[in-house]
């Protein structure tokens, strides 16, 4: 065996499998291709984004946008990795601006997928299509087509169609739209200006719509509002509270963000949309800062929604540290956490000191309406003769001997009471009754605690208590909801 591993040679590897595992870092399930997409768009100064999903993008994945294009020539080497146009030396990346720096996204999709682009520059009289695999121009190369706009559609066919391993590995296509779906709205709130549009094809009407609006500024932040109004729904957004802390010359860092007060108790799951210089990450510091916060002032089990628009001097920002830019770190990481913990603190304390109510009018009307139409309801299925079947579950059981609690209260089977009715022949119900009341069934034992105890029930026990208790019949109810 160590022969073997001495005759072992370092060869380097080919690059179209060097180019595969680094698309699978990159591009791990629909959505991680979808961000990257819509990334590019925003990028290109896009104010429209017109996105169509196939079997939860797995089959499609369609974006369309009105940004500045792509020109022809660029076309050439677009799908080729470490092709931008967003850094040209290692010191941009310290003051980096843009979502895309490395150049990897669109040849990282190439080389999972069957890659098509149509896209019309301003100054361009028509439109260029190209097709490509493996992050390489197909042999058709680009060829002029019709397009009414400027803008770029790229179409992502048959995502993983060469790696059988990771596409069986996905879960279902309802499962990977609700991922695209929550990357999409996440998006769309923090981009509020930008008017987002998603539908499934094969349906009628769009999973997500909204409307955008001229430029991003604190005069329109009611749009998004609006955004997280149509996401969220209209009770969300009238519990909202604006947070902001002013740049800090120090930390050089300020932050905007929205949450819902402490009244808002709906969310059972902690939804937190996080964007640091205009990028969707994560970081669990933030995160953990605030879940702790959060449970000092809400009802158990209940959670919050967070939005926050961080924004640090990109000197201080490392975006580089994860391939698909998920993660970042910055320096004063500590101390601006401190800093956003005490402003969220400071608005639910403010929040706190007051309780708002939505009510409802109800009137006689409400309630007569609601009687006539259930006994319509009645008067149609007594005339159609439809009668709707009683489960045992529904019903109410009384013992046919009528046997009284008092029984109960004696340590005596049904049996014995029986045969104690039988033995005294009774000619009325009544005299069985109280007969049944009257007599003192008792098991007898030597048991010297068990007698004491007795004997302390006999005598602290209320007699009229007993006396009502016997007088109440023994009633069994089955409820559904406990079978």
Do not use: W
């Given at each position: 065996?160590?022969?073997?591993?001495?005759?072992?040679?370092?060869?380097?590897?080919?690059?179209?499998?060097?180019?595969?595992?680094?698309?699978?870092?990159?591009?791990?399930?629909?959505?991680?291709?979808?961000?990257?997409?819509?990334?590019?768009?925003?990028?290109?100064?896009?104010?429209?984004?017109?996105?169509?999903?196939?079997?939860?993008?797995?089959?499609?994945?369609?974006?369309?946008?009105?940004?500045?294009?792509?020109?022809?020539?660029?076309?050439?080497i677009v799908c080729e990795r470490f092709t931008t146009s967003k850094l040209k030396e290692f010191e941009d990346l310290k003051s980096?601006?843009?979502?895309?720096?490395?150049?990897?996204?669109?040849?990282?999709?190439?080389?999972?997928?069957?890659?098509?682009?149509?896209?019309?520059?301003?100054?361009?009289?028509?439109?260029?299509?190209?097709?490509?695999?493996?992050?390489?121009?197909?042999?058709?190369?680009?060829?002029?087509?019709?397009?009414?706009?400027?803008?770029?559609?790229?179409?992502?066919?048959?995502?993983?169609?060469?790696?059988?391993?990771?596409?069986?590995?996905?879960?279902?296509?309802?499962?990977?739209?609700?991922?695209?779906?929550?990357?999409?709205?996440?998006?769309?709130?923090?981009?509020?200006?930008?008017?987002?549009?998603?539908?499934?094809?094969?349906?009628?009407?769009?999973?997500?719509?909204?409307?955008?609006?001229?430029?991003?500024?604190?005069?329109?932040?009611?749009?998004?509002?609006?955004?997280?109004?149509?996401?969220?729904?209209?009770?969300?957004?009238?519990?909202?509270?604006?947070?902001?802390?002013?740049?800090?010359?120090?930390?050089?860092?300020?932050?905007?963000?929205?949450?819902?007060?402490?009244?808002?108790?709906?969310?059972?799951?902690?939804?937190?949309?996080?964007?640091?210089?205009?990028?969707?990450?994560?970081?669990?510091?933030?995160?953990?800062?605030?879940?702790?916060?959060?449970?000092?002032?809400?009802?158990?089990?209940?959670?919050?929604?967070?939005?926050?628009?961080?924004?640090?001097?990109?000197?201080?920002?490392?975006?580089?540290?994860?391939?698909?830019?998920?993660?970042?770190?910055?320096?004063?990481?500590?101390?601006?956490?401190?800093?956003?913990?005490?402003?969220?603190?400071?608005?639910?304390?403010?929040?706190?000191?007051?309780?708002?109510?939505?009510?409802?009018?109800?009137?006689?009307?409400?309630?007569?309406?609601?009687?006539?139409?259930?006994?319509?309801?009645?008067?149609?299925?007594?005339?159609?003769?439809?009668?709707?079947?009683?489960?045992?579950?529904?019903?109410?059981?009384?013992?046919?001997?009528?046997?009284?609690?008092?029984?109960?209260?004696?340590?005596?089977?049904?049996?014995?009471?029986?045969?104690?009715?039988?033995?005294?022949?009774?000619?009325?119900?009544?005299?069985?009754?109280?007969?049944?009341?009257?007599?003192?069934?008792?098991?007898?034992?030597?048991?010297?605690?068990?007698?004491?105890?007795?004997?302390?029930?006999?005598?602290?026990?209320?007699?009229?208590?007993?006396?009502?208790?016997?007088?109440?019949?023994?009633?069994?109810?089955?409820?559904?909801?406990?079978?």
């Amino acid at each position: 065996m160590s022969l073997e591993i001495a005759s072992k040679r370092i060869k380097p590897l080919d690059p179209q499998l060097v180019n595969r595992i680094a698309a699978g870092e990159i591009i791990q399930r629909p959505f991680n291709a979808l961000k990257e997409l819509i990334e590019n768009c925003l990028d290109a100064g896009s104010t429209s984004i017109n996105i169509q999903i196939k079997e939860g993008g797995l089959k499609l994945i369609q974006i369309s946008d009105n940004g500045c294009g792509i020109n022809k020539e660029d076309l050439k080497i677009v799908c080729e990795r470490f092709t931008t146009s967003k850094l040209k030396e290692f010191e941009d990346l310290k003051s980096i601006n843009t979502f895309g720096f490395r150049g990897e996204a669109l040849a990282s999709i190439s080389h999972v997928s069957r890659l098509t682009i149509i896209t019309k520059t301003q100054d361009s009289p028509c439109a260029f299509k190209a097709m490509y695999s493996d992050g390489k121009l197909a042999k058709d190369g680009i060829k002029p087509c019709a397009a009414a706009s400027r803008g770029t559609q790229i179409i992502v066919e048959d995502l993983f169609y060469n790696s059988s391993i990771r596409r069986n590995a996905l879960k279902g296509g309802s499962d990977e739209f609700a991922k695209i779906y929550e990357v999409v709205s996440r998006y769309a709130i923090h981009n509020y200006h930008v008017g987002f549009y998603l539908k499934r094809i094969g349906e009628s009407s769009m999973d997500l719509k909204t409307p955008g609006c001229s430029i991003r500024s604190v005069e329109n932040e009611n749009y998004l509002q609006d955004v997280i109004g149509i996401l969220y729904g209209a009770d969300m957004k009238k519990e909202l509270e604006r947070i902001s802390v002013e740049y800090d010359d120090r930390l050089k860092f300020e932050m905007l963000a929205y949450m819902t007060n402490s009244r808002y108790t709906q969310l059972k799951q902690l939804t937190f949309v996080l964007f640091i210089n205009e990028r969707l990450v994560d970081c669990q510091p933030i995160k953990k800062s605030l879940q702790n916060l959060f449970q000092m002032y809400l009802p158990k089990s209940t959670n919050p929604f967070i939005y926050m628009n961080l924004k640090i001097d990109p000197k201080n920002l490392d975006v580089n540290i994860h391939p698909t830019k998920h993660e970042v770190r910055f320096l004063y990481q500590d101390e601006i956490i401190s800093r956003i913990e005490k402003s969220f603190e400071e608005k639910l304390l403010d929040s706190s000191t007051s309780r708002s109510y939505y009510v409802k009018n109800l009137t006689l009307d409400t309630f007569i309406g609601e009687s006539q139409k259930s006994q319509k309801k009645s008067d149609s299925q007594d005339s159609e003769g439809a009668k709707a079947p009683i489960y045992p579950y529904q019903l109410t059981r009384v013992d046919s001997k009528e046997r009284k609690l008092d029984s109960f209260l004696h340590q005596t089977s049904l049996n014995d009471s029986i045969k104690v009715i039988n033995r005294t022949k009774a000619s009325s119900q009544d005299k069985c009754k109280s007969m049944l009341r009257g007599q003192d069934f008792e098991r007898s034992f030597n048991f010297k605690s068990l007698n004491e105890l007795r004997e302390n029930v006999e005598k602290n026990s209320s007699k009229n208590l007993k006396q009502v208790m016997g007088d109440l019949n023994f009633c069994l109810n089955f409820f559904p909801h406990f079978l």
